[in-house]
Nanobody
Framework: QVELVESGGGLVEPGGSLRLSCVAS????????MAWYRQAPGKQREWVAE???????NYKGSVKGRFTISRDNAKNAVFLQMNSLKPEDTAVYYC?????????WGQGTQVTVSS
């Protein structure tokens, strides 16, 4: 069992930045691909970005060039640096740890982009 705790969400104006953090209760390297998802009101949860144990990254097209995912294996943590935020980025952001066999989610952190 892996518990994930996200933090770093908040209210930011369009064009601003936020850095989300996700800390795991267990060792995540090299067992888990770590990912961020988000869910906007009235919409389905969608994948945003992921990072493999070797550091390979992938991004949803609409965030590529603005968001950066990274991980600190020594701290069992994954981060999402979000720059040039837009109102359409408003959502609850969730951290996921996926080993292929097991899949764990955090409780989410709210990100609101509004002037």
């Amino acid at each position: 069992q892996v518990e994930l705790v996200e933090s770093g969400g908040g209210l930011v104006e369009p064009g601003g930045s936020l850095r989300l953090s996700c800390v795991a209760s267990a060792i995540i390297y090299p067992y888990y691909i770590m990912a961020w998802y988000r869910q906007a009101p009235g919409k389905q949860r969608e994948w945003v970005a992921e990072i493999t144990s070797s550091g390979l990254t992938n991004y949803k097209g609409s965030v590529k060039g603005r968001f950066t995912i990274s991980r600190d294996n020594a701290k069992n943590a994954v981060f999402l640096q979000m720059n040039s935020l837009k109102p359409e980025d408003t959502a609850v952001y969730y951290c996921q740890a996926n080993s292929g066999r097991n899949n764990y989610w955090g409780q989410g952190t709210q990100v609101t982009v509004s002037s």
